[in-house]
T-cell receptor, first 117, second 111 residues
């Protein structure tokens, strides 16, 4: 069965440190999407990035970067020079083809990141 | 642009009372719709999803039900709430398995 594992429950770093959030997934599908979401204290899930299973090119967006390695079934997220505003819970997710031609999303349990000033 | 509205933002209900949470999407047609629940400090659990009007798939048998009376309207209901129904409920929409976009959520406390 499809599964997403975020082994890090909580991480604390000091501002300006780099931090990597780990995500490991399991899927039987050959085509799938992976995602990262941020959940600030307000609770709303904010979409950060989508990655297609055929595209293993790493991506950088400002201080954020993502490393997708199909060989190890990992999709890790690095924040460079962390800031207090990065404090949130981060979720990794995987899309799974469900019945009726639709998709559903399997989420990891999340990693709570605390960035200390 | 697409937007998703979910209400109410917070709700305190007594055990045994009914529940109705509503979610509407604007700016898109035929979206896939989802209800997730997040217990305090936990991950997201998929409750229901829908590919079209009147089509509901349930992930976890429980005290809740969902309906989709219109293309862009998704409703989560319960006839009698239990203490264990407390949590943070999130509605989401997506198309073609691409990223899901979430509403602001409803914090439900059953007392």
């Amino acid at each position: 069965a499809q599964k997403v594992t975020q082994a890090q429950t909580e991480i604390s770093v000091v501002e300006k440190e780099d931090v990597t959030l780990d995500c490991v997934y399991e899927t039987r599908d050959t085509t799938y999407y992976l995602f990262w979401y941020k959940q600030p204290p307000s609770g709303e899930l904010v979409f950060l990035i989508r990655r297609n299973s055929f595209d293993e090119q790493n991506e950088i967006s400002g201080r954020y970067s993502w490393n997708f390695q199909k060989s190890t079934s990992s999709f890790n997220f690095t924040i460079t020079a962390s800031q207090v505003v990065d404090s949130a819970v981060y979720f990794c997710a995987l899309s799974e083809l469900a019945g009726s031609g639709t998709y559903k999303y399997i989420f990891g349990t999340g990693t709570r990141l605390k960035v200390l000033a | 642009s697409q937007t998703i509205h979910q209400w109410p933002a917070t709700l305190v209900q007594p055990v045994g009372s009914p529940l109705s949470l509503e979610c509407t999407v604007e700016g898109t047609s035929n979206p896939n719709l989802y209800w997730y629940r997040q217990a305090a400090g936990r991950g997201l659990q998929l409750l229901f999803y829908s590919v079209g009007i009147g089509q509901i798939s349930s992930e976890v048998p429980q005290n809740l039900s969902a309906s989709r009376p219109q293309d862009r309207q998704f409703i989560l209901s319960s006839k009698k709430l239990l203490l264990s129904d407390s949590g943070f409920y999130l509605c989401a929409w997506s198309v073609w398995g691409l990223e899901a976009f979430f509403g602001q959520g409803t914090r439900l406390t059953v007392v």
